[in-house]
């Protein structure tokens, strides 16, 4: 099934970088959080994974409550990584509902059965000395959707992960039968 053998390379590519951004985690709690007035935001790390097989690539996007950061992966032997985007970010409502999402809440896994194919996206969300990895399979999951969101207004058009709320909900319900 090439969705599921797709889905544990993504699993063992967030488990190094997991471990790439929990070395700069003593780094992370020495900062204070963002303030602006009594508006705090908690530090997180959000790592979304998109993985292009057939051309030996990845690009995580990487949201902290600091800066977003794309980084173009390359799975070929000796191409080293390369940060092709790189923002420091103000407070935002935005941010601080992403920095508030309850992870133990959120499922390890998310599909449209009646998909096989299509939109695979894994985000990795760090807070709290807790890491939860969920992946999404053609649904559309509120929290993810909301990271992807803020993501998507501010890095380039060719950067942007496909995440269309309207048509996944829509290509849901007519898969549960419903209108």
């Given at each position: 099934m090439k969705t599921m053998k797709g889905y544990k390379y993504v699993l063992s590519l967030c488990s190094?970088?997991?471990?790439?951004f929990s070395c700069s985690g003593?780094?992370?709690k020495a900062?204070?959080?963002?303030e602006k007035g009594k508006d705090t935001i908690?530090?997180?790390t959000a790592i979304i994974v998109n993985s292009f097989y057939a051309e030996a690539y990845s690009v995580a996007t990487v949201l902290t409550d600091k800066q977003l950061k794309i980084i173009f992966k390359s799975d070929l032997e000796g191409v080293k990584d390369t940060?092709?985007?790189?923002?420091?970010?103000q407070f935002s409502d935005t941010l601080r509902q992403i920095s508030?999402?309850?992870l133990t809440k959120l499922k390890d896994y998310y599909s449209n059965p009646c998909i096989d194919d299509g939109s695979q996206v894994t985000v990795v969300i760090k807070k709290d000395n807790s890491t939860?990895?969920?992946h999404v399979s053609n649904f559309y999951q509120e929290e993810v959707g909301r990271i992807i969101y803020l993501v998507n207004s501010i890095i380039p058009e060719k950067y942007k992960v496909w995440y269309n709320r309207?048509?996944?909900i829509a290509d849901y319900k007519r898969c549960m039968g419903k209108k």
């Open positions: 190094i970088l997991i471990g790439l003593n780094a992370i900062q204070s959080n963002i908690r530090p997180f940060i092709v985007f790189l923002k420091k970010l508030e999402i309850n939860k990895t969920v309207e048509r996944l």
